[in-house]
Structures are given as structure tokens and as C-alpha cells.
């Protein structure tokens, strides 16, 4: 069975950084493409990035020059390195995989961004 595990959401003051971790099992994650979303309480689900099987990234404009994802297929994990965080980056975050049937999606982290 496939599961998603997110993990390193905190609380952070604006300009500091936290890297989220999401630890994937029952799946060949390399081979699909893979991503973060996030949401905050009143808001749309927002995708902050993705990377495909050729590691090939898009990150949302919000986030550009200030987040960076990586994966390492070795260790079935997706990062998020998240620098210079605002009050607006605030949400809780969620992994997910795109596989051969459907999208799969982890349990969440919630990132609080404040003074």
C-alpha cells in the first residue's frame, strides 16, 4: 500500500528556513513525477513545486529564488527546502506522487510562519 509521510514543519520567524521531508513506501517513486502542495485555512489548495522523472522543476512565482526541491530515489524521499520564509508561506504542506493510476497524497505538515 502506498504511503506518503511528511515530516519537519515547525514554527519559523519571517526570514528563517525550515526543509520538509516526505518519506514514500509501496511505489517506485523515481519513475513519477512528485510535488508539493500547500494550504491555508480559507485558501485554494496552491502547487509550490514539482519535479518529474527527469528532474525537470517548476515552482510556483510565490516561491521561485526562495525554495528549492530536490528527491533522492535511493532513499524514496522528497525534500523542500524553504529559505527567507515569509508570513503568507504559512500552510499546511502536503506531498504528493503522481502514479499510474492515481495521485497520492501524505498526511500533511504544518509550517507557521511568525514574529
Known amino acids: 500500500q502506498v504511503q506518503l509521510v511528511e515530516s519537519g514543519g515547525g514554527l519559523v520567524q519571517p526570514g528563517g528556513s525550515l526543509r520538509l521531508s516526505c518519506a514514500a513506501s509501496?511505489?517506485?517513486?523515481?519513475?513519477?513525477?512528485m510535488g508539493w502542495y500547500r494550504q491555508a485555512p480559507g485558501n485554494q489548495r496552491e502547487l509550490v513545486a514539482t519535479?518529474?522523472?527527469?528532474?525537470?522543476?517548476n515552482y510556483a512565482d510565490s516561491v521561485k529564488g526562495r525554495f528549492t526541491i530536490s528527491r533522492d530515489s535511493a532513499k524514496n524521499t522528497i525534500d523542500l527546502q524553504m529559505n527567507s520564509l515569509k508570513p503568507e508561506d504559512a500552510a499546511v504542506y502536503y506531498c504528493?506522487?503522481?502514479?499510474?493510476?492515481?495521485?497520492?497524497w501524505g498526511q500533511g505538515t504544518q509550517v507557521t510562519v511568525s514574529s
Open positions: 504528493y506522487i503522481s502514479g499510474p493510476i492515481r495521485q497520492y
Open positions: 509501496g511505489i517506485t517513486f523515481r519513475i513519477y513525477a
Open positions: 519535479i518529474t522523472p527527469g528532474r525537470e522543476i
